[in-house]
């Protein structure tokens, strides 16, 4: 039971006995602070090895079914405990809600340093990044809330139905939080602040210290649509960046193995396919595409909204 009121929900869908060492890792350090941490994650058997890990580090762990993302473990989790089905933590006790997931990769333990900047800020909500695209909002990979914030929040979470795809979190209760804390009046606030959108600025978070970095870009691990927002705002740098150099680079964190970054997806042959057609488009396709938009948009005098186009 939550002794002190201060809880982290860490969501992670994965499939095997073992969690994979990144995981760990976050998970060991982040029950390290003074917060009880709990690990919500899709149903499946583990091994001895995984149960102790959890146990010898007091981590809680919460079993439900894949669906609805993090935002849909999160919710399952908070409303079981409000009905009395779970009592992991106490509902009625908690002061602080830190919301993390497994989409990020820890490889440096900032969490006692996170967790200070966020106390110490005047904004009852923080996270590490704000996303400006669509409309300005905290990224809620990682959303320290403070008690002023909880009500709104649990109150978007729970009357939100759980959402069927990737997108329609993001745009329904990720961005959607934003306008519920918009019109109870919450503050949020950013850790780090990019000059890019926060996706396209992991090479500036890196060299900023943050010691953290999306899965997906270790990975590569977008699909065609994703890879062409890049290059239409003009990331193609950002998309074919060596991350895992550049983390190494970094710095690694003393109990943080080489091997647990996750490694590119895709065989080398698909890599070298799509830098041929990233590459032509970058440097001929969009540009012509992107002329040929204005000039239609100019033709029929309508206004054309997007950074892409300025």
């Known amino acids: 039971m939550s002794s002190n009121g201060k809880v982290i929900l860490y969501a992670s869908y994965q499939t095997g006995e073992n969690l994979p060492g990144y995981v760990r890792f976050a998970l060991k350090h982040l029950a390290e602070t003074d917060f009880t941490v709990v690990l919500l994650t899709n149903k499946r058997p583990f091994s001895a090895e995984t149960m102790s890990f959890l146990e010898d580090n007091g981590i809680k762990l919460y079993l439900t079914e894949n669906h609805g993302f993090d935002f849909g473990m999160w919710r399952r989790f908070l409303k079981d405990l409000a009905n009395g089905r779970n009592d992991l933590v106490e509902f009625d006790s908690i002061t602080r809600l830190l919301l993390t997931n497994d989409s990020i990769v820890y490889f440096q333990n900032n969490f006692a340093d996170f967790i200070r900047r966020a106390e110490s800020s005047t904004a009852d909500v923080v996270s590490l990044t704000q996303n400006d695209e669509i409309r300005p909002h905290l990224q809620s990979f990682f959303l320290y809330l403070k008690q002023e914030a ?13 959402q069927e795809t990737f997108y329609d979190v993001v745009h329904r209760l990720e961005i959607g939080l934003a306008n519920v804390f918009d019109e109870a009046e919450i503050k949020t606030a950013s850790l780090y602040s990019t000059h890019l959108p926060a996706m396209f600025a992991y090479p500036e978070l890196i060299a900023q210290g943050g010691g953290f970095i999306k899965r997906k870009l270790l990975q590569c691990r977008f699909n065609f649509k994703e890879k062409v927002h890049f290059i239409r705002h003009g990331a193609y740098k950002a998309l074919n960046a060596n991350y895992h150099k550049m983390v190494v680079d970094a710095g690694l964190a003393p109990d943080f193995k080489k091997e647990w970054l996750p490694k590119h997806v895709g ?9 041929i057609w990233q590459k032509a488009f970058y440097k001929v396709g969009w540009p012509l595409l992107r002329t040929a938009i204005k000039t239609k948009y100019k033709l029929l005098r309508k206004p054309l909204r997007g950074d892409e186009y300025k």
Do not use: N, R, V
């Open 267 to 275: 065989s080398s042959t698909t890599q070298a396919i799509d830098k």
């Open 150 to 162: 909880l009500g709104a929040f649990y109150l978007h979470l729970l009357e939100t139905p759980e």
